[in-house]
């Protein structure tokens, strides 16, 4: 590739991500005579691919492997070939992040949603009851995924009360450590402002049940009205999929968004550390208890049972935490037989401590 033309890609792929490390990353490809990419949408064994000529569809087939979780995803970058009826993608360069979940087969497999993404963007609906176990749940797969969560509150506009809102807000923080909640309304522009600021750096990937406000945060951040909106049900603040692919939108103002179908299901794909982060407070007074496996569930001088007993610690968060570490550790064992072998001894283990202990009631008894 000549000076110039790489200028030319660099101005033309830059509003999408490409940047210097992906330009090494391209090299070997280069040349090849193939052409850099990135993947704006894909669907059935085909993808649109935004290069420094425009939007081409391309076919998938030669970078489809057995493994669903290296099948080209919406956020990737490719090498795509200049020409050819029809055009394939030839690969995918290494991802940087992936957003993963596991899927609802009995397959034991994960679904990856986006890639080479910064931010994660959870949108909540007020419209609703806040579920916040599944805040903590999509959370945890932002953490693992090696990008930056946010959780935005929309329609705020319908929570009109600033200390009930106020006090929504509260709930969320304490579910959600280190991460940053802000509440907004596409009605009104409050609280876009901390949506914009983050999205104009890097790429976001948008995440939220069906009716949440996906679609309307999308159109208010693009500016114009490129996603179909519809009305949520009035009895239970649900709404319909409006997304049916995950598309990738270069902003106006900077940075990339990558919006997603409502997700009715978000199950954990190997996501320990994500888990710990999300409940980071509990895994910190772990490390005070007196036993370094100790499951918080009875042992004695357990630091977590104690922050319970206090107030300081929320009994929701500790049976939210051991649901999802539960789950977590399920998905693994399904697919690492060592991890099965562990769990097993593990239950073999409690199974007789809790015999034990009913023999030695029975014993106190007679």
């Known amino acids: 590739m000549t000076s110039s033309s ?17 330009a090494d990353e391209f090299a070997p490809y280069d040349t090849e005579g193939l052409l850099p990419g990135r993947v704006v949408r894909v669907d059935r064994g085909q993808c649109d691919v935004v290069t420094a000529g425009g939007v081409v569809r391309a076919d998938t087939a030669f970078v489809t492997p057995h493994d669903p979780m290296r099948v080209v995803c919406t956020g990737d970058w490719v090498a795509v070939e200049p020409g050819g009826n029809p055009r394939y993608v030839r690969t995918c360069l290494p991802r940087r992040t992936a957003f993963v979940r596991s899927t609802s087969s009995k397959r034991s497999e994960g679904q990856i949603l986006a890639a080479n993404v910064d931010h994660a963007i959870v949108a909540v609906s007020l419209a609703a009851e806040l579920d916040l176990g599944r805040v903590e749940r999509f959370l945890a797969l932002a953490w693992e995924s090696g990008a930056q969560p946010l959780v935005v509150l929309t329609k705020a506009d319908l929570v009109p009360d600033p200390a009930t809102r106020a006090h929504l807000v509260r709930d969320v923080e304490l579910s959600a450590p280190g991460v940053p909640v802000a509440a907004t309304s596409a009605v009104d522009g409050d609280g876009l402002d901390v ?3 983050t999205v104009s750096g890097g790429t976001s990937v948008l995440l939220g049940q069906s009716g949440a406000g996906k679609s309307t945060l999308a159109n208010a951040l693009l500016g114009t009205e490129v996603m179909e909106v519809r009305a949520i049900r009035d009895a239970d603040g649900k709404g319909r999929h409006t997304t049916t692919t995950r598309n990738l939108l270069a902003l106006p103002g900077g940075g990339v968004l990558i919006d997603t179908p409502g997700l ?6 190997d996501a320990e550390s994500g888990v710990g982060q999300v409940f980071a407070e509990i895994e910190d007074l772990a490390r005070r208890c007196r036993f370094h496996d100790c499951a918080h569930a009875g042992e ?14 929320p009994v929701r968060r500790l049976e939210s935490y051991r649901k999802l570490m539960r789950e977590n550790q399920w998905i693994v064992a399904k697919t690492d037989a060592r991890v099965r072998a562990e769990l097993r001894r593990d239950w073999k283990r409690k199974g007789a401590e809790g015999r034990a202990a009913m023999d030695l009631k029975r014993g106190r008894r007679r």
């Open 264 to 269: 009715r299901g978000v199950g954990l794909w």
């Open 6 to 22: 790489a200028a030319s890609v660099f101005s033309a792929l830059a509003p999408y991500g490409w940047d210097e490390a992906w």
């Open 300 to 313: 004695p001088d357990c630091a977590v049972l104690a922050a319970v007993d206090s107030g300081d610690l």
């Open 195 to 197: 949506l914009v600021a």
